[in-house]
C-alpha cells in the first residue's frame, strides 16, 4: 500500500492554551474549531482527556463532543484519547454507547494510558501499572461491545459482576476504535492484539524500540498475527503538527513566538520533556521544522511533508493535525482553510477527473474550436437564409 485514493483528514485537539487564556472563552474557540472544519469538510476531530499541568484543559472528552456533536453535521468525534485507567470499562463503555446513538453513529473510541505521569500520580495510580491496564480494559471493552452474555471479571483495579451494556450500539458492530501509540511500543502492541486502529506521532520518539515509521507498524502487524487479528493501514492515522499560510515567511512569523512556548513552557519546563536544543527560543521553530518534527510553510510543503510520510510508513489511511494556536483566531482558521482547499484534494482524489478534462480540452482545442466555428457559420448561413425568403 501507499497512499489510499481518498485519505481521511482531521485534528487531534489535546488541546493546547497557554497560561494567561481565558480558559472559558479558549474552550469556545475549540468548539468553533471544529464547526470550522465541519464547514470544510475534514473527516475527523479526536478530543483529549487531560486532568493537571494548566495547559490541556479538557478533562471529559465524551462531554464535550456532546456539545460538538450539537454545533456539526457530518465531522465524526473521537475520544483522543480515553485514558482507560482512569475509567471503570463498563462505564466508559456506556458513555460511547450512549454518544453512539445521540449523535447517529459519529463517535469513535481513541484509547491510551495516559499520557500524563501527573495524572496517574494524582489518581493513585502507579505509572508501571498503566499500559498494562489499558490492555487488560481494551479486551473487556470489546467484549461488552460485542457479546450478548453477561460478563463476571475480577481484575485487581475494577470488577464486573454479570454486567452487560443494556443499549447496544448504534454503529454495527460497534464504533471504531483506535489506540495511541508513540514511543512504547504498548499502542501497537495492543493495536495488533486487538485489532484496533492506530493513532501515532509522525516522528519516532527517542528510545523507542522502531527507528522509523514502517519499523514501528510492524510491530502492529506481526502481534496480529501472534494473535489471530488483523489490522488494516487504512486505519493507521498519523499525527502531525501543522501551521500554513500564504507564503513560507508568512507562516514562521506568525507561528514563531506561540509554537516556541508551545516547545518550551509547556513541553520542556511544565512537562520535562527532554529537549535536545540549546539555541534561542525564537529559533525553536526552524530547528522544528529543519528536522521533520513540524511542517510550517505552505500547502505545497504540506503535500510534500504528506508524501514523503507516506512513503517512510509504506502507507496509513489518515492524516491528522495536532490542534495549536500558534496564530492568531485567523490566522489558525486560515491554514486549516489552506489545507481544505489545496492539500485535501490532491490525497482524495477530487482533482483526479477535473485534471483529465482540463489536459483533454487543451490538447483538443484546435479540433474544437474549429468543429465551434464551422457550427457557428452553419447557424449564420442558415440565418441569413431564413431572412432572405
Known sequence: MTLPNRMKFGIFLAPFHSLGDNPTLALERDLETIQWLDHLGFDEAWIGEHHSAGWETISSPEVFIGVAAERTKHIKLGTGVASLPYHHPLMLTNRMVLLDHLTRGRVMLGVGPGALVSDAYALGIEPSLQRPRMDEAIGIIKRLLTETEPITYESDWFTL????????????????????????????????????GVLSVSVIRGGSVASNLGDFWKIAEDTAEEYGQTVNRLDWRIVLHVHLADTKKEAMDQAREKSAAYQYDYFHQTMGTPFDYDGPKDKIIDYMADNGAWCVGTPDDLIEKIKELGEQSGGFGGFMIQATEWGTREQVRHSYELIARYVMPHFQGSLDNLVTSQKWSEDNRDNLQALKTVSLSKATESYKNKTQN
Open 161 to 196: 459482576r454479570e454486567a452487560l451494556i443494556h443499549l447496544r450500539p448504534y454503529t454495527e458492530p460497534h464504533f471504531p476504535m483506535a489506540v495511541a501509540a508513540a514511543q512504547s511500543p504498548s499502542g501497537m502492541i495492543a493495536a495488533g492484539k486487538h485489532g484496533l
